[in-house]
């Protein structure tokens, strides 16, 4: 990497973007109204709104919300949200299959069960749930599987 690419402008604008928000947050988290912000921050910086504050300024900030109590969540930690394992991922896959096998889907593609998994969860993909709601999803395709089969004749009859 070269030594100039760290100042440059679109990253200069990332961290200004990202020392911005971290500013908001710190207020919301802390339960600042606007006008207790915005003569903290006059009191500190001499400004009344933080886009007019240059980069010393906003760490400036930054650290008084901090001694106020501000704790900022890690990135690290938002990112390693839990995801459902590829073992339920299958048997919920699995159970939809069984479920168009058994007569009780016309479709039985991706997209209807993304449809059905938002539907249930909220959440747009399968992929994308976490442990607890994929358990939640596996339990209801198990009950609505079980209610089929019992419904279905017996063969022979």
């Known amino acids: 990497m070269k030594a100039g690419a760290q100042s440059s402008p679109a990253i200069a604008r990332g961290r ?3 020392e911005l928000a971290a500013i908001h947050v710190a207020v919301k988290q802390l339960g600042l109204d606007d006008s207790t912000y915005r003569a903290l921050l006059f009191a500190t ?40 394992d590829n073992r339920q991922l299958a048997m919920i896959r699995g159970l939809w299959k069984k479920l168009h096998y058994a007569g009780a889907l016309s479709n039985p593609s991706d997209r209807h069960l993304s449809a059905f998994v938002k539907k249930l969860t909220g959440i747009e993909r399968a992929e994308w749930l976490a442990p607890e709601e994929a358990i939640k999803v596996i339990e209801v395709l198990k009950g609505w599987l079980a209610r089929v089969v019992a419904k279905a004749p017996e063969p022979g009859r």
């Open 16 to 18: 200004r973007n990202a």
């Open 45 to 84: 910086t001499g400004h009344r709104s933080a886009a007019e504050l240059d980069d010393g300024q906003r760490q400036q900030v930054i650290e008084l919300l901090r001694s106020r109590g501000f704790k900022r969540t890690p990135a690290e930690e938002k990112r390693a949200r839990r995801m459902a």
